[in-house]
């Protein structure tokens, strides 16, 4: 069984630099896609953006100027970083697989816990 | 972007009822439509892909129909474990993008 786990600071300051990472267990990340994904509190879900298990990356155009998303194969491991943050980027941050169904239709099928960043000073 | 709606935002249903929740897109996504189920505190789980197609060890009770603009999920006899917040996304053209959420409650 897959399973996706973030971890990272839970309090970030102001202009600050915030960074996670997805440590994936069960499972290779090879072949497949990985995605983050946010929730402001009691907002719905924006995806930031994936990479690929070759290292090829999509980012979401209203975070692409602040946000890279990295991938270590060695460790089954993928990152992100956003910065500049402000309150505005208070969010559950979660991170997910991204695969190809048989139909041909991109979905998320593991999803982690989530982590709760909070920006303030 | 393509804008994906939820109608409607919220509903209150009792158990046993059949329940529907809609999305629409701003443009053509013909089948690259999902469903996921969110309860409080946790991850979104994958119902619904291809717009109808059942994932596997998903109950029955759940379906899904549409294509091109309008997407229509249904739960045919709502049981108590469907209270939760339901969200469509659609993945025909990056950003991926969600609807709102429909939360459906107890009556």
């Known amino acids: 069984q897959v399973q996706l786990q973030e971890s990272g600071p839970g309090l970030v300051k102001p202009s600050e630099t915030l960074s996670l990472t997805c440590t994936v267990s069960g499972g290779s990340i090879s072949s497949y896609y990985w995605s983050w994904i946010r929730q402001p509190p009691e907002k719905g879900l924006e995806w930031i953006g994936y990479i690929s298990y070759s290292g090829s990356t999509n980012y979401n155009p209203s975070l692409k100027s602040r946000v890279t998303i990295s991938i270590d194969t060695s460790k089954n491991q993928f990152s992100l970083k956003l910065n500049s943050v402000t309150a505005a980027d208070t969010a559950l941050y979660y991170c997910?697989?991204?695969?190809?169904?048989?139909?041909?239709?991109?979905?998320?099928?593991?999803w982690g816990q989530g982590t709760l960043v909070i920006v303030s000073s | 972007d393509i804008q994906m709606t939820q109608s409607p935002s919220s509903l209150s249903a009792s158990v046993g009822d059949r329940v529907t929740i809609t999305c629409r897109a701003s443009?053509?996504?013909?089948?690259?439509l999902n469903w996921y189920q969110q309860k409080p505190g946790k991850a979104a789980n994958l119902l619904i892909f291809?717009?109808?197609s059942l994932l596997s060890g998903v109950p029955s009770r759940f379906s899904g129909s549409g294509s091109g603009t309008d997407f229509t999920l249904t739960i045919s006899s709502l049981q108590p474990e469907d209270f939760a917040t339901y969200y469509c996304?659609?993945?025909?053209?990056?950003?991926?993008?969600f609807g709102q959420g429909t939360k459906v409650e107890i009556k």
């Open positions: 997910a697989r991204e695969t190809t169904s048989v139909r041909g239709v991109r979905l998320l099928d593991y």
């Open positions: 996304q659609q993945t025909y053209s990056t950003p991926w993008t």
């Open positions: 291809a717009a109808s």
């Open positions: 443009q053509s996504i013909t089948k690259y």
